[in-house]
Each structure stands twice: as structure tokens, then as C-alpha cells.
Nanobody, 130 residues
Framework: QVQLVDSGGGSVQAGGALKLSCVVP????????RAWFRQIPEKEREGVALRLPGGEPAYYTMHYADSVKGRFIISEDNAKNTLYLQMTSLKPEDSGMYYC???????????????????WGQGTQVSVSS
């Protein structure tokens, strides 16, 4: 079974920063959509950021949830098959379990539709205190 491995969560105070990492297996790395989602208990998984490969890495398309624009950056290191989420100016409402995900290319629906991602990490917990 294909498994992504995410890490880097922790507990920080509001205004702090964390950087999440996700190692993606090579056979689902090239050309796949790569994203970060988060979830809090009793709520649906929410799309945080998406990186959509196409052409040169500098021209990849990225999407962000409105709530994290200007504070979070999704990036990757192709040599390491690793996806990152740099989170700054963290707020208590950013707390939750964060998951990385990989999806097949060619999806034309909403970028944050979790159902379009068949491959997931196990999750890493982020807790932001006020």
C-alpha cells in the first residue's frame, strides 16, 4: 500500500511558526497533485494548500485556503521527493491534524476536494495556543 509520511507538527504559541514535511513515494511523485489538508474533530477535512505540477517547478500552480494566504507556503524538494508546508503567524484556529495527500493529475473539480486524493499521510498534529 502506498503511504505518504508526514511529520513536523508540534505545539506553539500564537504567532509562532512550524514547518511540516511529507515524504512522497517516488512512483506517485512525478506529475501528481500534492496538497496539505487539516482536520479538527467533528469537522470535514479542509484543504489548506495545493501544489500542481506542470512545466518548470518555478511555474507550478498553487492554491491556498483564504484563511492561510500570506501566512503559509507550500513547497517541495524534488531531489528528496518531499513536500513542505511552512506555516508562520500561526493562530489558534490553525490547530488540527494536518495531512499531506497526493492525487492523480487531470482533476478538473475543486482543488480542495479530499475525495480526489487517494493517497494520504498518517497525519501530524499542530496545536497553537493563545
Amino acid at each position: 500500500q502506498v503511504q505518504l509520511v508526514d511529520s513536523g507538527g508540534g505545539s506553539v504559541q500564537a504567532g509562532g511558526a512550524l514547518k511540516l514535511s511529507c515524504v512522497v513515494p517516488k512512483d506517485i511523485y512525478t506529475g501528481f497533485r500534492r496538497a496539505w489538508f487539516r482536520q479538527i474533530p467533528e469537522k470535514e477535512r479542509e484543504g489548506v494548500a495545493l501544489r500542481l505540477p506542470g512545466g518548470e517547478p518555478a511555474y507550478y500552480t498553487m492554491h491556498y485556503a483564504d484563511s492561510v494566504k500570506g501566512r503559509f507556503i507550500i513547497s517541495e524538494d524534488n531531489a528528496k521527493n518531499t513536500l513542505y508546508l511552512q506555516m508562520t503567524s500561526l493562530k489558534p484556529e490553525d490547530s488540527g491534524m494536518y495531512y499531506c495527500a497526493a492525487g492523480f493529475p487531470g482533476w478538473t473539480g475543486s482543488w480542495d476536494d479530499a475525495r480526489s486524493f487517494p493517497y494520504w499521510g498518517q497525519g501530524t498534529q499542530v496545536s497553537v495556543s493563545s
